[in-house]
Nanobody, 124 residues
Framework: QVQLVESGGGLVQAGGSLRLSCAGS????????MAWFRQAPGKERDFVAG????????YYADSVKGRFTISKDNAKNTVYLQMNSLKLEDTAVYYC?????????????????WGQGTQVTVSS
């Protein structure tokens, strides 16, 4: 059973940076595709960024392209989300998710392992 634990959230001013981490445990974790999703109050959960199991392929929502970077360290069983130039609209609870052999990395319905979430709040 894969378990995921996010960390690194917090309060930051607009224009600032944060790095989220997602530590995974369980068998064959390095074989999992990983993604970050976020959910703001009163809104649906949205895809933010994803990375293939090898770390060679990355995917981003249009709203974060050029500002966020996802990376995967299989040796440490950890996925990162570097968030730069943060905006007020980036405020949300951020969740990491893991899955194997899925047709698309941008749809949360294909992910069967989720972390507990970490709050990111961007202030003006």
């Amino acid at each position: 059973q894969v378990q995921l634990v996010e960390s690194g959230g917090g309060l930051v001013q607009a224009g600032g940076s944060l790095r989220l981490s997602c530590a995974g445990s369980g068998p064959s974790f390095s074989n999992y595709a990983m993604a970050w999703f976020r959910q703001a109050p009163g809104k649906e959960r949205d895809f933010v960024a994803g990375i293939g199991w090898s770390g060679r392929s990355t995917y981003y929502a249009d709203s974060v392209k050029g500002r966020f970077t996802i990376s995967k360290d299989n040796a440490k069983n950890t996925v990162y989300l570097q968030m730069n130039s943060l905006k007020l609209e980036d405020t949300a609870v951020y969740y990491c998710a893991a899955a194997r052999n899925i047709p698309t990395i941008t749809n949360g319905e294909y992910f069967d392992h989720w972390g507990q979430g970490t709050q990111v709040t961007v202030s003006s």
